[in-house]
């Protein structure tokens, strides 16, 4: 019978003589499942219920890849979300400095403009007084003088103002820099990088503290200058005392 292996029992009985009929007919013994009756050949495991299973498995195995990997794609989809939002952002914050830059260098340039004409204007008033009043000896020198001063306070006072101006345009233009590189050489946000709305709050803290030292710098510059400034008037408010005397010691008596 096919699916019974060939076994030495199984050959002995075949080569033994056909048993008799009343032996034929007796019953055979009741075999519990699972067992082999004496002098009956093994029967084969039957491996179709053992598929079933695999299949089974198998199909619960790529049920399962192909929710992982739909999940991934749903993560992949986020980060890109995630990632677009933020350039965004960074663009229009870009977008927003660029324009407070411009605003500011016209301002500083109409600033410079009006003080350049101020200087020129009070340069030509100079001259017209010393034109006019050239006979009036220590009056024009003491005029021209206190006007010297004036134009040196003036020279000083936009020395100054470009110092500020150029410090603050190279840390605008460091600045400018860093956004380029973060907006254009970032093409994909890793997951480790913080994110600007946690770090805000502390970038805001720095921003605010550098402001605050900048300012204070350039007020004791100011003040340092008001100090220089007072001290030389001074001397030469000294000198010209000096001079008088000295004229007046020279003058013949009557």
């Not at 009929?21 to 009756?37: D, F, L, S």
């Not at 034109?131 to 936009?158: K, P, Y």
Request: glycine share 6%; aromatic share 4%; charged share 30%.
């Amino acid at each position: 019978m096919e699916g019974i292996p060939i076994t030495v029992r199984r050959m002995n009985v075949a080569t033994s003589p056909l048993p008799q009929r009343k032996q034929r007919k007796r019953t055979a013994p009741q075999v519990v499942e699972g067992q082999v009756a004496e002098g009956q050949a093994p029967q084969t495991l039957d491996m179709h219920p053992l598929q079933e299973a695999i299949d089974g498995l198998s199909r619960q195995y790529l049920e399962s890849q192909g929710a992982q990997k739909e999940l991934q794609l749903q993560m992949i989809g986020q980060q890109k979300e995630a990632l677009s939002r933020w350039m965004t952002q960074q663009g229009e914050w870009q977008r927003q400095i660029m324009e407070q830059q411009l605003s500011q260098g016209q301002q500083w340039e109409e600033t410079f403009n009006r003080m350049e004409q101020r200087q020129n204007e009070q340069q030509d008033s100079i001259q017209r007084l010393i034109n006019i009043q050239a006979h009036q000896g220590a009056r024009i020198h003491e005029m021209h003088r206190r006007q010297i001063e004036h134009i040196e306070l003036l020279d000083e006072q936009r020395a100054f103002a470009e110092g500020v101006y150029m410090s603050e345009t190279g840390y605008h233009i460091n600045t400018q820099a860093k956004l380029e590189y973060l907006v254009g050489q970032l093409p994909i946000l890793h997951p480790g990088i913080t994110r600007y709305e946690e770090v805000k709050d502390e970038l805001a803290r720095e921003e605010r503290q550098r402001v605050e030292e900048s300012h204070e710098s350039v007020r004791k510059a100011l003040e340092d200058w008001k100090h220089a400034r007072l001290a030389r008037m001074r001397g030469n408010a000294r000198g010209h005392k000096e001079d008088k005397q000295g004229k007046e010691h020279r003058r013949p008596q009557k």
